[in-house]
């Protein structure tokens, strides 16, 4: 522990598994208290019994309701709000236009703007009054080399993340100077649990389910790793902190270095 965010006031919103699980933990070991926002009622219930100090909402992240309830869960116990970090997301398991019947498209549209981009807005509404009182609050939202580039995902989860992005350039010109806003663009993780849509018939399936992941993550991307929510946490541990302080509106990209990929040759 290096006491990076002693005495912050931290909600997580989407923290029962993957890369939410690990920044509540890596931003409890370096001082911060962490409240959690989190739909699956299972991954409440063994957050709250493995760090039973954390106050745990359980709720849908895509509601204002459930956002307006965590918030007052975190001040109630806090006494306010200084970060808020949105780390919800589903996946589309690179469905192309082609792959996608027109008969589900407005169910499935809906279904990936709704939780991919309009909850983050709704925890940001949520939580901006504690925010700004604050005196240095903080919004970091999760967006994903899906955020920047083709062929990780299909297009639903490609325009997604480009909303998510655009989701920080928009709210840090909107909120400085008061609250800082940035984004962490992940690589494809190992051990988290990215489900698929209900429209879709994925809504069970888990990114973390599929075959020979590591090696398959290692083998795409320059730095030849295979990275943990573990690994990406610590890029919101420092956006977080006070190290931070005189950025907004950009992004750090915890992904192995897949901008400088090489193309591919032809064969
Ligand atoms: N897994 C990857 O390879 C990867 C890569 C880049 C970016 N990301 C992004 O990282 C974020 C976290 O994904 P993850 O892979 O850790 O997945 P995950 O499913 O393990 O974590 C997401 C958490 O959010 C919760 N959640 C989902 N919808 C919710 C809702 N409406 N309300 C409240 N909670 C909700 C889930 O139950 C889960 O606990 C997502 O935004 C995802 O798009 C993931």
Redesign the pocket.
């Known amino acids: 522990m290096t006491g990076w965010l002693e005495g912050r006031r931290a909600l997580i919103?989407?923290?029962?598994?993957?890369?939410?699980?690990a920044v509540v933990d890596a931003f409890r070991s370096e001082g911060a208290r962490v409240a959690v926002?989190?739909?699956?009622a299972a991954?409440a219930a063994a957050l709250e019994a493995e760090a039973p100090d954390v106050p745990v909402t359980v709720?849908?992240?895509?509601t204002r309701a459930a956002n307006d309830t965590a918030v007052a869960a975190a001040v109630a116990a806090f006494g306010g709000l200084d970060v808020l970090v949105n780390?919800?997301?589903?996946?589309d398991f690179y469905r192309s236009i082609e792959d996608l019947d027109a008969a589900v498209l407005d169910d499935a549209f809906d279904e990936m703007f709704r939780?991919?981009v309009k909850?983050h807005l709704h925890s940001v509404k949520a939580a901006l009054p504690e925010l700004k009182r604050s005196g240095h609050g903080v919004v970091l939202l999760?967006e994903?080399?899906?955020s920047y580039y083709p062929g990780r995902g299909g297009v639903l989860y490609l325009s997604s993340?480009f909303a998510v992005r655009g989701l920080v350039t928009a709210l840090a010109h909107d909120l400085a100077p008061e609250i800082r806003v940035n984004g962490v663009a992940?690589?494809?993780?190992l051990g988290?649990?990215?489900?698929g849509l209900p429209s879709l018939g994925t809504a069970e399936r888990s990114?973390g389910d599929a075959p020979r992941r590591a090696e398959e993550l290692a083998a795409r991307v320059p730095l030849h790793v295979a990275l943990s929510?573990e690994d990406h946490a610590w890029s919101y541990v420092f956006l977080a902190s006070d190290r931070a302080r005189g950025i907004t509106g950009q992004a750090v990209h915890p992904d192995g270095g897949i901008g400088v990929s090489a193309p591919r040759k032809r064969s």
């Open positions: 919103v989407g923290a029962g598994s993957g890369i939410g699980r926002l989190e739909r699956d991954k709720g849908d992240a895509t780390c919800v997301g589903v996946f939780t991919n909850s999760t994903s080399t899906s993340k992940p690589g494809g993780t988290t649990d990215l489900r990114l929510g």
